[in-house]
C-alpha cells in the first residue's frame, strides 16, 4: 500500500506490469493473501512493510520475491531513482527469488538458495 501510483505509472513505463493492492481488491486484506496473489500471477512485491520478509523466513515454502524499501523518503521521484538503480542490478536475482532490501546508501541482495 505504501507504493505510490507515481512509481506503479514509473515501472509500468518500463515496460513492468506493476499494479497497486486497491486495483485487484486487496487493499484491506492480509498480508498473506496478497503473496498469494502475487505467486499466481508471478510478481515481486515491492513495500516499506517488514512483515513481509518475516512472513517468508518464518514460511519456507513461500517464494515470492520482495523489494523492501527502508529509506528515509518515500518521495515517489526518490523511490523511483532508487527502484531504477535497483533493478538495473537485481532484475536476474527477483526472477529466481530473492528479498531485495533498498536503503538509501545501498542495496542488499537475500536469494532464496541463501535461507
Not at 519456507?60 to 523518503?73: K, L
Amino acid at each position: 500500500m505504501g507504493i505510490s501510483p507515481v512509481t506503479v505509472s514509473f515501472l509500468n513505463g518500463l515496460g513492468h506490469d506493476a499494479i497497486r493492492l486497491p486495483a485487484v481488491g486487496l487493499d484491506r486484506r492480509a498480508d498473506t493473501d496478497v503473496i498469494a496473489y502475487a505467486i499466481e500471477h508471478g510478481q515481486v512485491v515491492l513495500t516499506f512493510d517488514l512483515d513481509y520478509p518475516a512472513i517468508m523466513a518464518l514460511n519456507p515454502e513461500i517464494r515470492i520475491s520482495a523489494v523492501i524499501f527502508r529509506t528515509e523518503s518515500a518521495d515517489p521521484s526518490w523511490i523511483n531513482h532508487r527502484l531504477s538503480e535497483t533493478l538495473q542490478l537485481t532484475s536476474a536475482v527477483l526472477t529466481e527469488g530473492a528479498v531485495v532490501v533498498v536503503e538509501d546508501d545501498r542495496i542488499r541482495v537475500r536469494r532464496f538458495v541463501d535461507f
